[in-house]
């Protein structure tokens, strides 16, 4: 499956974003998907994770709360909801479709969000 992750730019604290990651091929909708993070300097981080339904999500502690992952199979899509932006939220935004348990093979080319205080 090839991932395209898109809708990154540039705002203020306290402002909002919504990324998207489209999906090629038919596969999408066998898998969980998630969202990571590598902000200059850091290593990357999970953000979020749905499963393959759009049943069950899990968060990083850090965007709990202000995050929201969502997906449509239908659209071979899957979404991240950013609210209440941070200016340490800046970072490249990935996402990937997890193979296996925790195992994620399929990667996006990333999408820069860059808030600004």
């Known amino acids: 499956v090839q991932l395209q992750a898109s809708g990154g730019g540039l705002v203020q604290a306290g402002d909002s974003l919504r990324l998207s990651c489209a999906a090629s091929g038919r596969t999408f909708s066998s898998y969980a998907m998630g969202w990571f993070r590598q902000a200059p300097g850091k290593e990357r981080e999970f953000v979020a994770t749905i499963s393959r339904s759009g049943g069950r999500t899990h968060y990083a502690d850090s965007v709990k709360g202000r995050f929201t992952i969502s997906r449509d199979n239908a659209k071979n899509t899957v979404y991240l909801q950013m609210n209440s932006l941070k200016p340490e939220d800046t970072a490249v935004y990935y996402c990937?479709?997890?193979?296996?348990?925790?195992?994620?093979?399929?990667w996006g080319q990333g999408t820069l969000v860059t808030v600004s205080s």
């Open positions: 990937a479709a997890e193979t296996s348990l925790e195992r994620y093979d399929y």
